[in-house]
């Protein structure tokens, strides 16, 4: 579980901007449970990717802008989502890596990235940073949420 004071600040500063009644009611709006919602807004807890990924697309903004990786809230949706697993996919041969390589640059088991392709599972925000800076990519970019590569 991670926790961050910046994450924290800036859901705070969102949610501020809003015109809904409770926060239940934006906790629902967002797609997700009022315990999550209560923890992150809270206590700074970082949720899980696929909820960190509904929050963002609640406030059409990017991971990196809520994680406080960068200070550009502004957004541009990729034209056609991709999923993770495709995008890795495309990062590793565009650098010409097997994925032997890439978990010994990224110092991961080889089994996450079959899992990852094959079961379609999203990795831990930690793994999902590491592999991002790996490549030098944003997270939304990782994700498939935009076609902007930068950070």
Sequence with gaps: ??????????????ISELEYNTFREVAQRM?????????AVNYGIIPKPIILIRIADFFNTSIEYLLGRND???????????????RLEKLRTAEN?????????INLSKN???DWKKKNFLPSLENLISIAEYFNVSIDYLLGRTDEKNL
Excluded at 1 to 14: A, G, N, P
């Design 1 to 14: 579980m991670s926790i961050s004071v910046e994450f924290q600040k800036r859901l705070k500063k969102l």
């Design 31 to 39: 797609g997700i449970t009022y315990v999550i919602y209560s923890k």
């Design 72 to 86: 550009d809230d502004y957004f541009d949706k990729a034209e056609v989502k991709e999923t993770f697993a495709v």
């Design 97 to 105: 890596l097997t994925y032997y390589e890439l978990s010994k640059g």
């Design 112 to 114: 996450y990235f079959s």
